[in-house]
């Protein structure tokens, strides 16, 4: 089994609706990440969660919310989804006991806004 | 605010030449990250480089890392179709590993 998986892998919505994006991982780490990524932008980060009380803002917050609902859960919300947020959407988990800091990315969620 | 370049964008390799991707970044960090990506796919972890100095290898890939110079290179030697795929740098910039800004990737192909 995947060690970070995210549901739902695709999604197509219309504007104006509220959608949530999951994130779960069977890793047993602290540290939880949304990205997305665009076409010829590469990765960018939206929020990152030291732990469940412990959340924090990224490079691009605005327009999303997150959730950290337990230590292995890490959810994202589009409360009024627009079409420039059509992209492809990664979480990502971390160890911060490890000194690397790597991040271990989920297979991504691909949500298309019309 | 720390920003990353890579280059190039895109590379057209034939089989079994060498070639290098660059990666610059602006302000000074020492952690920096390598990660591939096939089509269609996630980003899976190549090298992670803590130091000024730091030479990570694994098969045909060979990364570096030069803190003074804000560069990281990653070497590929004898290419193979294999090989085909965008690797991005990430570089770490609040030393606590929460914050990487991710260069936009370079779109490497292999063709014999």
């Known amino acids: 089994d995947a060690d970070v998986t995210q549901t739902p892998r695709n999604r197509i919505t219309k504007t104006g609706k509220r959608i949530m994006l999951e994130c779960s991982q069977t890793k047993g780490h602290d540290r939880m990440y949304w990205y997305r990524q665009d076409p010829g932008l590469g990765l960018r980060l939206i929020y990152y969660s030291f732990d469940v009380k412990d959340i924090n803002k990224g490079e691009i917050s605005d327009g999303y919310s997150v959730s950290r609902q337990a230590q292995a859960k890490f959810s994202l919300s589009l409360e009024s989804a627009i079409p420039n947020q059509t992209a492809l959407y990664f979480c990502a988990t971390s160890d911060s ?4 800091h790597e991040q271990y990315f989920g297979p991504g969620t691909r949500l298309t806004v019309t | 605010e720390l920003k990353v370049e890579q280059n190039p964008l895109f590379l057209s390799m034939q089989e079994g030449k060498n070639y290098t991707i ?89 063709s014999s």
Request: hydrophobic share 40%; proline share 1%.
């Open chain 1, 97 to 100: 006991g490890k000194g690397l």
């Open chain 2, 22 to 110: 660059y990666c610059n970044y602006s302000t000074t960090s020492d952690r920096l990250y390598w990660y591939r990506q096939d089509p269609g796919k996630s980003l899976e972890s190549l090298f992670v480089l803590l130091s000024n100095g730091a030479v990570k290898q694994e098969g045909r890939l060979m990364a570096s890392l030069d803190t003074k110079a804000r560069l990281s290179t990653l070497h590929i030697t004898a290419a193979v179709h294999d090989l085909s795929a965008t690797y991005f740098c990430a570089v770490d910039a609040n030393q606590a590993g929460t914050a990487l800004i991710f260069g936009k990737g370079t779109t490497l192909s292999v």
